[in-house]
């Protein structure tokens, strides 16, 4: 038993680094002894536990697809898929949805260098950027873009994307740029009311976008 702890703790270790330094620099800017360095481990223990680079990196997007499938939009819109006939049903799968990209960015329980990974990868096409589209990504927009549908049935295709994006940037953007908005905020980390008020802000717009935003909507409890 010790020595399986062991080899989960080197290799937990070593995806870690590799996601932070990969979130600060790049996949393609990372070497070998750069994450065994930050891992406080040695070269040898990327090769016998991943058998090199190449799969620790796979293992790092793998990380952060789990984790953002366990928050996934799909489970959020589920409850309400029953009542999305009505504005009630409508107007709180909306919230739920935004609520669940809120809750999965800054959860304190989970590393930041998660979210930094999307933003990277997403700079240019490679294998990793299609494991993470076609696993996470592409899932998550499809689930938005099929209950706007269902609310709106009139949206044209590129309207859908458009409000789907909308209700996608701020959340993003307040992850990708973390250390710049916090220091505007005058903040070490985005209290409750604040995450609060962009849940409530994008809800609004996009119940406006969508036509149903005619009574102030209500916060889920």
Known sequence: MKKYASSEHTKNALVNAAGELAAEMGFSNIST????????????????????KDKLFEAVIREVIARGNNF????AIAPFSDSLNTREGQLKALRAVVNKKISSLFDPSFPRWHSRI??????????????????LLNPMVESISELLSAINPFLERDETMLITFLMISPIVSHADYMPFCLDHLGEDHYNDDYLRKMEDFIVKQTERLLGIGNNPSQSQQ
């Open 33 to 52: 002894r750069a994450i065994a360095e930050r891992a406080g481990e040695n070269i040898g223990s990327i090769h016998y536990h991943f058998g090199g």
């Open 72 to 75: 996934s939009v799909a489970d």
């Open 118 to 135: 999307v933003y990277q990868l997403m700079q240019y096409t490679c294998p990793l950027q299609e494991i993470l589209q076609k696993e």
